[in-house]
T-cell receptor
């Protein structure tokens, strides 16, 4: 079955870059997503990448996809204290239905 | 403002009682979803609905029930049969149930059953 794995915790200093990693097992995944969850809140879509791409950049966010290794990463440049949150990687299997499979989330803590 | 509302934000119930969580959207989305989130866990899909009067079980549907009588509303009932109901419940919606459609999430309801 599908499985999405993430490291659970990352701590960085303000101004540094953060890199959050994710691995997935479903080779038929067509879309891979990064969501952000602030404490006590719902999830907010940050960005997504289609499986035929290997990189996508959106302002401070860079997504890298290595389809061969089934590895996805999210790089946040110039990390700010407001970036402190839980970041979820998610995939949609190529079933035609948008039932997302989520990782357990990476808690990013940004210290001043 | 378009969006998804969930109410209440916090809910407390005694064991053995059924409880219904509200989810309303004014985004004109056809598809709606319920997820459960436990500490240190990802989101797990409980039920989803592609269209009014239709819904499908997700990965952990046991002990839950839903209805979809209106496009805007997708209430979730946590029954007394759910063994570990205490969790954070998130509702989401998307235009359609297709892989490319972004899911928009509500703010969540934290249910505590004692």
């Amino acid at each position: 079955g599908e499985d999405v794995e993430q490291s659970l915790f990352l701590s960085v200093r303000e101004g540094d870059s953060s890199v959050i990693n994710c691995t997935y097992t479903d080779s038929s995944s067509t879309y891979l997503y990064w969501y952000k969850q602030e404490p006590g809140a719902g999830l907010q879509l940050l960005t997504y990448i289609f499986s035929n791409m290997d990189m996508k950049q959106d302002q401070r966010l860079t997504v890298l996809l290595n389809k061969k290794d089934k590895h996805l990463s999210l790089r946040i440049a110039d990390t700010q204290t407001g970036d402190s949150a839980i970041y979820f990687c998610a995939e949609t299997p190529n079933s035609g239905y948008s039932t997302l499979t989520f990782g357990k989330g990476t808690m990013l803590l940004v210290s001043p | 403002d378009g969006g998804i509302t969930q109410s209440p934000k916090y809910l407390f119930r005694k064991e053995g009682q059924n409880v219904t969580l509200s989810c309303e959207q004014n985004l004109n989305h056809d598809a709606m979803y319920w997820y459960r989130q436990d500490p240190g866990q990802g989101l797990r899909l409980i039920y989803y609905s592609q269209i009014v009067n239709d819904f499908q079980k997700g990965d952990i549907a046991e002990g839950y029930s839903v209805s979809r009588e209106k496009k805007e509303s997708f209430p979730l009932t946590v029954t007394s049969a759910q063994k570990n109901p205490t969790a954070f419940y998130l509702c989401a919606s998307s235009r359609f149930v297709t892989e490319s459609d972004e899911q928009y999430f509500g703010p969540g309801t934290r249910l505590t059953v004692t």
